[in-house]
C-alpha cells in the first residue's frame, strides 16, 4: 500500500523557478513540498549559469593579465591546470546550492527526493527507487526544466561529443574545440576555450551569431571574437560527425570538413515535458505548456514556471514566474509581463540587450530614434584598457520614452539594469539625462548615449 500524504502545494523540479516558488509560497503561509530528482538548483546552478560564469572570470582573469605585458611584467601561465578549473568552478555551484537548500529549510518548504508525475489535477505520484508515495494537493506547479536538444545529426553520440549540460564531465581541455550553434551558450564556451588557449571554431546554420538580437551590435560582436582568434562559419550546418581514432571529423554542407578533438552541441533546449502525466491534464504547444500571465495552465489549479513554458528560457525569468505562481497558489492575483527582459551574453566583452532591437522598434513605431556613445569615450573604459563596444539606445522621437538599448562593454550585465528599470518606469531620455551618475564608471556610458540623443 503507497504512502499518502496531504499538502497545500507541491512543486516538481527545484530549479530557479522551482526554488523560487517553493520559498515565496511557503513564505505567505503555505505547506509546501518541493520534488527534485537530481540537485536543488537545476541546470543553472550545477551546469549552467553559475560553473559557467565562473570559468569566464577566471579566463577573463588570464586575458586582462596578459596585458602586463605592456607594462614589461612577465606572467607564467605555464601551470594552467584545467581540471583544477572545472573543480573549482563545481565548488562555486556548491556553495551557491548550499544557500539555496538553506533558504529552502528556513522557509519551511519539505524538499522530497525522487521524480514527480501527476496522477491527476489533485494528487502526484513521487517514486524514489522503489518507493512510492502519493501526494494529495490543492495546487501544483511544474518546473521541470528543459534539456539540451540533439539536432538530427548522424554520429551526434560519438565519444568527444557533449552537450552544455555534459561538458562539465569532461576535465580535459581541448585543443581544438568544435562548437556548433552560436547563440548565448555557444559563444560563452568559446570564450571559455580560447581564453585558455584552445582553437574554437563555430559553427551556425543562420546568417549570423545570437541571430534574434540586434544585427549592429551581433556584427560587432562577431568582429571581436574574430579578432581573438574564433573562428566563426555561418550560413553552414553540419551532415555527419564521424570519429577516426582521436579526432572528431565534421562534414559540412558544402562538402568541407572541420576536424577536432571535442564538439559541442549547443543548439538549444527543450522542455521537460515527458513522462508528468500532463497529457489528459493541460493544454500543450508543441512539448511547452501553455500558460496565462498568472502562470496558471488550462486546468486551474495547476501551475507551470521556467522553461517548461518556452516563453525565454532564462533563469531570471523562471525565478519572476516562480515568485508570480508561487504569490498567486495562495489566493494573490499578480501577473508577469514579459516586454521587460534583460537578455546577456557573458562573452569577453560582455553584451546585454533589453527591449526592442532597432529593427523591431521601426516595425512597431513610428519617430524611432537612435543614439550610440563608444566604449573608447568612456573614462573608467580606458582605466581598465578596455575600448572594443558600444552603448546603443532606441526611443521614440515624439514621446521621448526608451523602447530599448543594447551594450557591450565590461559588466554588460550590470549595467542594462539601469535601463531595465527605466523601461519598466516608462522613463524619458531627460528623466535619464537628470540623473547623475559617478565618474569615472561606465554607467556613464548610458548618460553620454542618451546626451546623443
Not at 605585458?69 to 546550492?97: C, H, P, T, W
Not at 552544455?164 to 564556451?189: H, V
Request: net charge negative.
Amino acid at each position: 500500500m503507497k504512502k499518502i500524504i496531504q499538502t497545500d502545494v507541491t512543486i516538481i523540479g527545484g530549479g530557479p523557478g522551482g526554488y523560487m516558488a517553493a520559498s515565496r509560497a511557503s513564505q505567505l503561509g503555505a505547506n509546501v513540498k518541493l520534488i527534485e530528482k537530481d540537485l536543488i538548483g537545476g541546470v543553472c546552478v550545477n551546469r549552467g549559469c553559475i560553473p559557467t560564469k565562473t570559468l569566464i572570470h577566471i579566463g577573463q582573469t588570464l586575458l586582462d593579465s596578459s596585458q602586463l605585458k605592456n607594462y614589461n611584467i612577465g606572467l607564467d601561465d605555464s601551470e594552467l591546470d584545467f581540471s583544477k578549473m572545472m573543480q573549482y568552478a563545481e565548488k562555486v555551484a556548491g556553495e551557491i546550492r548550499f544557500q539555496i537548500e538553506e533558504m529552502l529549510r528556513v522557509s519551511g518548504v519539505e524538499v522530497l527526493k525522487g521524480t514527480g508525475r501527476l496522477v491527476d489535477n489533485k494528487t502526484v505520484l513521487l517514486t524514489n527507487n522503489h518507493n512510492e508515495t502519493l501526494i494529495e494537493t490543492k495546487k501544483i506547479i511544474i518546473a521541470t526544466g528543459a534539456s539540451p536538444w540533439i539536432p538530427p545529426i548522424t554520429g551526434s553520440d560519438n565519444d568527444g561529443v557533449f552537450t552544455s549540460d555534459s561538458l562539465f564531465k569532461n576535465y580535459r581541455k581541448p585543443n581544438r574545440l568544435i562548437i556548433i550553434g552560436a547563440g548565448p551558450i555557444g559563444l560563452e564556451w568559446a570564450t571559455i576555450f580560447r581564453s585558455l588557449g584552445s582553437e574554437v571554431t563555430i559553427i551556425e546554420m543562420m546568417p549570423d551569431i545570437l541571430p534574434r538580437e540586434d544585427e549592429e551590435v551581433t556584427l560587432y560582436l562577431r568582429n571581436i571574437l574574430e579578432e581573438q582568434g574564433i573562428n566563426i562559419l555561418t550560413d553552414t550546418s553540419v551532415n555527419e560527425i564521424s570519429r577516426i581514432n582521436n579526432e572528431l571529423i565534421l562534414n559540412l554542407e558544402d562538402e568541407e570538413e572541420v576536424k577536432g578533438d571535442l564538439v559541442l552541441i549547443a543548439t538549444g533546449r527543450s522542455p521537460n515535458t515527458k513522462e508528468l502525466g500532463l497529457e489528459k491534464l493541460v493544454e500543450m504547444n508543441r512539448g511547452s505548456i501553455i500558460v496565462d500571465d498568472h502562470m496558471r495552465t488550462t486546468t486551474e489549479n495547476i501551475y507551470a514556471v521556467g522553461d517548461v513554458v518556452g516563453k525565454s528560457m532564462l533563469a531570471h525569468v523562471a525565478m519572476h514566474e516562480g515568485r508570480v505562481a508561487g504569490e498567486n497558489v495562495t489566493g494573490r492575483d499578480v501577473s508577469i509581463k514579459y516586454e521587460i527582459i534583460p537578455r546577456c551574453v557573458f562573452t569577453y566583452p560582455e553584451v546585454a540587450f533589453i527591449g526592442y532591437s532597432e529593427d523591431e522598434a521601426e516595425e512597431e513605431h513610428d519617430d524611432v530614434g537612435t543614439a550610440q556613445t563608444p566604449l573608447r569615450a568612456n573614462g573608467r573604459a580606458l582605466t581598465l584598457g578596455q575600448k572594443n563596444g558600444f552603448m546603443k539606445i532606441i526611443f521614440n522621437k515624439k514621446t521621448r520614452e526608451l523602447l530599448g538599448a543594447q551594450i557591450i562593454a565590461p559588466h554588460a550585465s550590470e549595467l542594462i539594469g539601469e535601463m531595465s528599470l527605466g523601461l519598466k518606469l516608462n522613463v524619458k531620455v531627460e528623466d535619464i539625462i537628470k540623473t547623475i551618475h559617478a565618474h569615472p564608471t561606465l554607467s556613464e556610458l548610458i548618460w553620454e548615449a542618451v546626451l546623443r540623443a
